[in-house]
Structure formats: structure tokens, C-alpha cells
């Protein structure tokens, strides 16, 4: 904890990303925003007539977090508001519709001192590494994500899946509400923002062992996308890599065991992420 009467200290990062169109796709729906303290991925829908522009939007939307001092949860919770009403705008002017995931980790200032949270809609992951242990936080808003909670399909089959691409919640899509992880910022630890073409062709343990001997985070993330993209490159493919250096708290404390769901509708820990009503979304 912050000693009284002094501000919490921002938590020293380092960070890297690359993007790639893929070997099967004409235009990158991707966009990405990578600095201190926002970090997004945006994967867009609707074809070269859109999809390209509603990912840019969200990013836009969240660029302009930067620059303002301490973020808070509200803060967090009215971009994705904003992000909702940018893709819906878009989505309204093409024949086809538009649509995008969001996931994003950002440096938020909750309760005196510096924490991670986690935001994601759609099938854009967020995962973290500390020591030689990967975890997923995210979880997915997929068809298949639904088969693997019921029992219908392994995890290991989630990338071959013939419906893999279709998500049940998206931005700009109505009902579409976000998730939320709060995380302590733990020194030492990396973390992983990528579209769904990086482990859709890359295994947990793929990703695993290029997070702990990629290097820096850019040769990391370049070393990432390069991999998926030489083993298929089935769609486009983005990933940001965030090194915690100093500042955070140390990997032996009690509060570092897990993350804790908020709600957009409480800034209270306790209360569970909302769910909302199911929407279908196909990526092109």
C-alpha cells in the first residue's frame, strides 16, 4: 500500500505489438492501441466496407483516455459506452452491418493505488503470465466458448471449430454489455492483448512458451504473430505484449492469487459481472 499522504506511484512498463494481415485475408480488420496506461485490440466485422473502420473507431475512442491523468472505472465504462455508440454509427451507414470486439487492459486508480482492468467483448483474449504460468483472463463471448462451458466441445478443439468465428456479443451491437476484471499490477509479470487469429492457430502452450523466451515485448509480439502466421494465418492477427518492470506489487503477496469481476453497473468488487442477452455476430 501507498504510504499516507503520498500519491501511488504509477507502475513502470514496457510494451511492444505487431499486427499482420494474414495469409487469407485482403485488408486487416485489426486496429490496436498500445501506450501507457491503455492498451486495446480491436478485431473488426463487415467486410472491407467496414470492418476496418469499426475497429479504428474503438480505438479512437479509447486514445482519447490518454493524456488525462488517473483514469477511474467510470472512465473506463463511458468509453466503452462511446465505443458502443462509434461502431453503431458505422454499422448504420453500410449495407452489410459492422460490428467489432474490444479487449483492453488499462492502469486504473481504484481504492489509493494503481490497479489492471481487464475489459473484453467478443472473442479477443487478454492473457498473463507470471513465472512459467500462462492464464487466460478473458472469456470469450463465442459459440464455442458456450460448447466447451456445456461440455460439447474440448478447449483444444475451439480453434478447428467450423463455427470458431461466430461471437455472441460485439460493439455496437445492442445488449452487448462488457466484462470486467480488476488485477493487482504485479512487477515481473507479462501480459497478452491479441485479435482471435493468434490462438486460433497458436496452442496454449505455444503461446506459453513464446511469452517466456520471446524476449522484449516488440520482438515478442513480432515473434507471435510471425509463428501463427507461418503455421496458417487463417485471419488477421494481432498481438500487444505489456512487461510490468517496477512498481507493482511483489509476486509472493496474497492479493496477486487472482482477479476480482466488476460490474458497469456498480463499482463495488463484490458484485458479479452483468451477462446480457445473447447476440450473434459473424466475422466475415
Known amino acids: 500500500m501507498t504510504a499516507p499522504g503520498f500519491p ?3 507502475p513502470r512498463t514496457t510494451w511492444g505489438a505487431h499486427t499482420d494481415t494474414g ?8 486496429a490496436f492501441l498500445a501506450e501507457m496506461p491503455v492498451f486495446v485490440v480491436a478485431d473488426g466485422m463487415g ?6 473502420r469499426a475497429s479504428a473507431a474503438v480505438v479512437e475512442v479509447f486514445r482519447s483516455l490518454l493524456g488525462r491523468g488517473e483514469l477511474t472505472f ?11 455508440s462509434a461502431v453503431a454509427s458505422i454499422a448504420g451507414s453500410t449495407q452489410r452491418g459492422a460490428g467489432s470486439t474490444l479487449t483492453a487492459l488499462l492502469a486504473i486508480h481504484h481504492e489509493g493505488e494503481f490497479r489492471w482492468l481487464v475489459v473484453n467483448i467478443g472473442d479477443s483474449r487478454v492473457y498473463r503470465l507470471r513465472g512459467d504460468r500462462l492464464e487466460q483472463v478473458t472469456v470469450d463471448h463465442s459459440v464455442v466458448q458456450e460448447m466447451v462451458e ?15 468465428n461466430v461471437i455472441t456479443r460485439a460493439v455496437g451491437e445492442e445488449r452487448s454489455a462488457a ?12 501480459i497478452l492483448l491479441c ?3 493468434l490462438p486460433s492457430e497458436l496452442s496454449d502452450e505455444a503461446l506459453r512458451a513464446g511469452l517466456t523466451l520471446g524476449g522484449a515485448p516488440a520482438q515478442t509480439a513480432r515473434a507471435l504473430v510471425a509463428q501463427a502466421v507461418s503455421v496458417g494465418g487463417r485471419d488477421n492477427i494481432t498481438a500487444v505484449v505489456v512487461d510490468t518492470v517496477a512498481g507493482g506489487v511483489s509476486a509472493l503477496g496474497e492479493d496477486v492469487t487472482g482477479g476480482l469481476s466488476l460490474s458497469a453497473e456498480s463499482t463495488t468488487i463484490e458484485v458479479a459481472t452483468v451477462r446480457s442477452r445473447r447476440t450473434r455476430a459473424r466475422r466475415g
Not at 75 to 80: E, F, I, L, M, P
Not at 179 to 190: A, C, F, N, S
Open 8 to 10: 501511488p506511484r504509477e
Open 23 to 30: 495469409l487469407r485475408r485482403a485488408v486487416n480488420e485489426d
Open 47 to 52: 467486410g472491407h466496407e467496414a470492418g476496418d
Open 74 to 84: 467510470d472512465d473506463v465504462t463511458r468509453a466503452v459506452d462511446a465505443a458502443h
Open 150 to 164: 456445456a461440455g460439447r466441445l474440448d478447449r483444444a478443439d475451439m480453434s478447428t471449430f467450423p463455427g470458431r
Open 179 to 190: 466484462d470486467y476484471w480488476l488485477l493487482p499490477i504485479v512487477t515481473g509479470e507479462r
Open 195 to 197: 485479435s482471435d487469429g
